[in-house]
Every structure is written in C-alpha cells, then in structure tokens.
C-alpha cells in the first residue's frame, strides 16, 4: 500500500473541558490535507493516545475516516504493551473502516526481541489490515532490531515500519535486507532527508502541522533529483523542527497550532502546557 511521502502523526485536539473535540478534528483533518499531508497516522504518541480511553480512540477513528472520506489514507495507532489490548482495539479499528494501523514498540515491560516478534505477529494474524511497526527506543526503552524488523516484514502484511531510532546504520540494513514494497518512514522530522538519503520512503512527522508545505517540497525535490535544493530547506527548517521538542511532545505543536489559529486545545496530564517562557521560545522561531 502507497501511504504517500509526508504523513503526519496528528494531535488530539480536547476542548475546553479537556474531552475529545470532534468539531477541532475536522478542522484539523481539512488544515492538514490543505497543507501538504499525504496520510495522517491518528491516536499515536502525538496523539496522545496513552491518555486516551479505549471509546475515544474508537470514536477518533470513526470520524477521521467519515471526514477524510477516502481522500487519503488513515492509519489508527492500535498497539501498546497489552498483547491482547492491542488485539481488541486492532479488530475494533478495523470495523471502523481504517486503512491500516500502526503497532509502537512495548514500552516499559522490556520484552526481549523474540517476546517483541510474537508480540507483532500475533496482532497481524488478527487483521487484514496493513501493518505499520513503530520503533521508538527513546520512549520504549528497548529498541526493536534491524534482524526482528526484518524478520516481522515476512509476514504477509507488515509492509512498513516508522523508525525513530536514529541510527541510520540500523535502517540502513532495514532497507537493504527488505523486499522493495516493504516501506520504511522516518520518526524523526530532523532525520528526513538523512533517512531519504539511504533509500527511505518518507516521513511521519509531527512538525508538517506546522510547516508541511516545506517539508513536502523538501521531499519532493529530493525525489524528483534535486538534492541540493531539498539539503538547503532542511538547514532552514532544523531549527523549527527541533523547537516544537523543545518541550515533551506534544505541547508545543498544540501552542504552535494555535499562534496559526488552529484550536486543539492543551495537553492532558501528566504533560502540561508550554510555560510563558517556551511559548516566547516558540513563537521566535515560528516568526522567523
């Protein structure tokens, strides 16, 4: 499946109350496909999906496909370090109509890399579904290797894996040794052209809800031969990429989303808004 080149891991958008706000996601979703987004990856970190209960995600999941309405595709974050919790919530995203779903790395119980293959395996064998790993050793602890991802991707359909390892020797041999349909995407916006160099498809990003025009034409001129054009906008957009984690995400693109007039509201606990003196931070750099 073509998940496209610039996908975004989109927030959650909360009203005033701190409860899901469905009228903001549909403003959201249309801002996004108006701004360079490809594929929207939903109810992920960005997402804040573990803050989210098991009916929210399902009613995120809902209405982004009825609002997206086939325009482009919508991958619903369904794993966690619950075997059979991601199980259930992959059979009830699927029901919900998504396109395909994305499988984080278990976090905080350590599996070992045969435990993390059984854990995926048994998940796909559930769905029909496309299958989009996620590894994340900054947030997981563990990193899932360059052998289990290679290893996992015979399997008929995990055909992706959002890496956010940041070592481009670990995805280069994630390339190398996969078929040619299996996609690998960056989970790390300053790493996207780096990623692209060695043979990567694209990026999830956090910072195209702010800057994803840039960024799609960054990826776009390196696809299209142009790679002096694409490395001279990515030292440009560095510093606005590196600033919207200059505070745990996703605090500041919530802030930054709304200095562009886009309410989705705070954040919910434990994360907590940008203090006065993030929020002078961040607006510097958007105004720049």
């Given at each position: 499946?073509?998940?496209?080149?610039?996908?975004?891991?989109?927030?959650?958008?909360?009203?005033?109350?701190?409860?899901?706000?469905?009228?903001?996601?549909?403003?959201?979703?249309?801002?996004?496909?108006?701004?360079?987004?490809?594929?929207?990856?939903?109810?992920?970190?960005?997402?804040?999906?573990?803050?989210?209960?098991?009916?929210?995600?399902?009613?995120?999941?809902?209405?982004?496909?009825?609002?997206?309405?086939?325009?482009?595709?919508?991958?619903?974050?369904?794993g966690n370090n619950n075997t059979a919790a991601s199980i259930k919530l992959t059979e009830e995203a699927q029901i919900c109509?998504?396109?395909?779903?994305?499988?984080?790395?278990?976090?905080?119980?350590?599996?070992?890399?045969?435990?993390?293959?059984?854990?995926?395996?048994?998940?796909?064998?559930?769905?029909?579904?496309?299958?989009?790993?996620y590894n994340i050793p900054g947030r997981s602890v563990v990193n899932m290797t360059a052998e289990t991802i290679i290893n996992l991707s015979l399997i008929d359909n995990i055909v992706s894996v959002k890496e956010a390892s940041g070592d481009l020797d670990q995805i280069s041999e994630i390339i190398e040794n996969t078929d040619d349909d299996f996609t690998v995407y960056s989970g790390d916006d300053?790493?996207?052209?780096?990623?692209?160099?060695?043979?990567?498809d694209g990026i999830i990003s956090v910072a195209?809800?702010?800057?994803?025009?840039?960024?799609?034409?960054?990826?776009?001129?390196?696809f299209d031969g142009k790679p002096m054009e694409a490395a001279s906008i990515h030292r440009k957009l560095l510093p606005i990429m590196n600033g919207l984690f200059l505070a745990p995400n996703p605090s500041p693109v919530k802030a930054a989303l709304q200095m562009k007039g886009i309410e989705t509201g705070s954040v919910r606990l434990p994360l907590i808004p940008l203090t006065d003196e993030e929020m002078d931070q961040l607006k510097g750099l958007l105004d720049k």
């Open positions: 499946m073509n998940f496209g080149r610039v996908l975004t891991a989109m927030v959650t958008p909360f009203d005033n109350d701190g409860k899901l706000d469905i009228e903001q996601t549909s403003v959201l979703v249309e801002y996004l496909l108006d701004n360079g987004t490809d594929g929207l990856v939903i109810a992920g970190t960005t997402g804040e999906s573990p803050t989210l209960t098991m009916d929210e995600k399902i009613k995120l999941y809902k209405h982004v496909v009825q609002q997206v309405n086939g325009r482009v595709p919508v991958i619903a974050g369904t109509g998504v396109d395909a779903i994305m499988l984080v790395t278990p976090y905080y119980n350590k599996p070992s890399q045969h435990g993390m293959y059984e854990h995926f395996a048994a998940i796909a064998k559930v769905t029909d579904l496309p299958v989009m790993l300053g790493l996207t052209l780096p990623m692209l160099s060695v043979g990567a195209s809800h702010v800057i994803g025009n840039e960024i799609k034409t960054m990826v776009n001129h390196f």
